[in-house]
């Protein structure tokens, strides 16, 4: 056997990354193949139907459905605004008046002299999609969106919540065993991407919303600090749509655990530079994992590409950085020492391959294969 395929976290102090950024429906791409763009930059837009608003109009008049068309000052296609008498009726000889009033801003789309309905639609809604990253745009789906390639740090994390931003990558605590506090919020932070190490919190993840924060990137995370900050229980799903003011991602699993050195000094590197980041996770068939995204400029991320030399072959390997993902050595990091290839016979009487792993402590065991993930690089 040469190798095993093991999936797992990315993290690249260099790679290509191509992202796809389509509109909902077709719409108006704003950019040409070869432009360049920054991550903030709008690169194709449309519009949404609004929603609709019935009206029971012949109701509210008192008069017959099939009269309705006598009554009605709008008429279908036209304009009207919150609260403007779209049709009227009189009774008693004259001498009442009742209104009917448009329930909100829109469009008369149809008047129905069955149902004795008026439909007004409100207005379109703005769909805009940015580029995400700083790249060059290698091609133009027609009325869709682009793609947009780039060159850069590109960091995968364990679990994230809250969808796209951008900021600048700001190191708020020195060593990557230190829990983010309130303390770590002092200055300037608005508009930025927080690195921190072992810990964050509810009361934190809230702070750092109010004080325009756009990220939080941590190694840990409470499972019950998660729950107060969402304010539900978090199912088997896909996050990223959540409106909470700032964008979570967790980089090693839950609780306290110190971020991985290599992403740590990684981020170190690169701090005060912008950042696309992106919380969207999902753990089911189709897994998707949370993101950061820091674009270089082109000549340095040629010097980094002539000098990456990785393994590009896929496969678990003497060598390759590795995360243990269950116990009793879960969230240990640590390196592939040997990959006997005969099965061997674990506790619960399962025949299973493993490996030996060397932890950075330099403590060695043995694990199954199954209870590790490789780190690609």
């Not at 040469?2 to 791409?29: D, N, Q």
């Not at 749509?241 to 050195?261: D, I, N, P, W, Y």
Request: proline share 5%; hydrophobic share 40%.
């Amino acid at each position: 056997m040469a190798h095993a395929y093991t999936p797992g976290l990315r993290v690249s102090p260099w790679m290509p990354i191509r992202k796809e950024r389509r509109l909902p429906l077709a719409g108006e791409v704003l950019v040409g193949k070869g432009d360049q763009v920054t991550a903030e930059q709008i690169v194709a837009r449309t519009e949404l139907p609004g929603n609709v608003q019935p009206v029971k109009a012949a109701s509210i008049l008192g008069q017959h459905q099939s009269d309705l068309l006598e009554y009605m000052l709008k008429q279908e296609g036209d304009a009207v605004k919150r609260g403007e008498t779209i049709a009227t009726a009189k009774s008693f000889f004259g001498l009442f008046k009742s209104h009917c009033p448009s329930p909100c801003d829109g469009t008369i789309e149809s008047i129905s002299t069955v149902t004795g309905q008026v439909i007004v639609r409100e207005p379109p809604i703005p769909v805009q999609v940015d580029a995400y990253v700083s790249g060059r745009v290698v091609e133009v789906i027609p009325e869709e969106g682009v793609i947009v390639a780039t060159e850069g740090a590109f960091i995968q994390g364990i679990f994230g919540i809250g969808g796209e931003t951008h900021g600048t990558i700001h190191m708020a605590v020195s060593a990557s065993d230190e829990s983010l506090t309130e303390k770590h919020l002092e200055g300037d932070v608005s508009g930025k991407v927080l690195i921190g190490g072992s810990l964050v919190t509810e009361p934190f993840l809230r702070a750092a919303a109010k004080h325009g924060v756009r990220a939080v990137v941590a190694g840990g995370l409470d499972a019950s600090d998660l729950q107060k900050f969402l304010g539900y229980d978090l199912g088997v799903a896909i996050t990223g749509s959540e409106q909470l003011g700032v964008t979570v991602v967790v980089t090693e699993g839950f609780g306290r655990m110190a971020m991985a050195q290599r992403t740590f000094q990684l981020f170190q590197q690169h701090e005060g530079r912008s950042c696309s980041v992106n919380g969207a996770t999902q753990i089911r068939a189709g897994v998707m994992r949370p993101e950061l995204v820091i674009s270089l400029p082109e000549s340095e991320a040629g010097e980094l590409a002539r000098g990456k030399g990785l393994d590009m072959t896929g496969g678990l390997q003497v060598g390759s950085p590795v995360r243990v993902i269950r116990a009793p050595y879960f969230g240990r990091l640590g390196e592939v020492t040997e990959l006997p290839p005969a099965l061997v016979t674990v506790e619960s009487g399962a025949k299973v391959r493993i490996l030996k792993v060397r932890f950075l402590d330099g403590e060695e065991v043995v694990v199954p294969r199954a209870n590790v993930e490789m780190i690609e690089q």
